[in-house]
């Protein structure tokens, strides 16, 4: 279900989060969608002789739920995403199930605009993503 949290609802400390378990199913759909068929993401054998040792997600699927979490919850519905900071700090494997939080950090009410922390993290509690994006909010 889409949020429509309102603008001036909004304080710097606000958080959402959620969940998902990273299947072979988005693997490769979105190894179809992007093109990236990088044979880490998609080739068992090729990734046995690298460094991972198995098949690893693409660190932007793992992007795309900052992408949702955002349009979804926080700030929800008729959010504009103007950009966005990532750092790649681990790997995500094929069934972790990781967690995706942003936090406003900042609100900078003249341009109707919200910096938020944007992490990503595995059931282990690995940080795989920190970053900090910067979103659009209109009523």
Do not use: C, W
């Not at 790649?88 to 936090?103: L, N, Q």
């Amino acid at each position: 279900m889409v949020q429509d949290v309102k603008f001036a609802d909004i304080k710097v400390g606000d958080k959402a989060s959620t969940a998902k378990t990273v299947s072979e199913y988005d693997v490769y759909t979105f190894a179809g969608l992007s093109g990236d068929f990088n044979p880490i993401h998609i080739n068992a054998e090729f990734a046995k002789t690298t460094m991972f040792k198995e098949r690893i997600a693409h660190g932007m699927l793992s992007a795309t739920f900052i992408s949702a979490l955002l349009g979804t919850a926080l700030p929800g519905a008729n959010t504009i995403y103007l950009a966005q900071e990532l750092a790649f700090k681990a790997p995500v494997k094929i069934g972790d199930t990781v967690t995706t939080t942003v936090e406003v950090i900042e609100k900078i009410e003249a341009k109707n605009r919200l910096v938020l922390r944007t992490t990503v993290t595995n059931q282990e509690g690995t940080l795989v993503i920190d970053g900090k994006a910067i979103v659009m909010k209109k009523d």
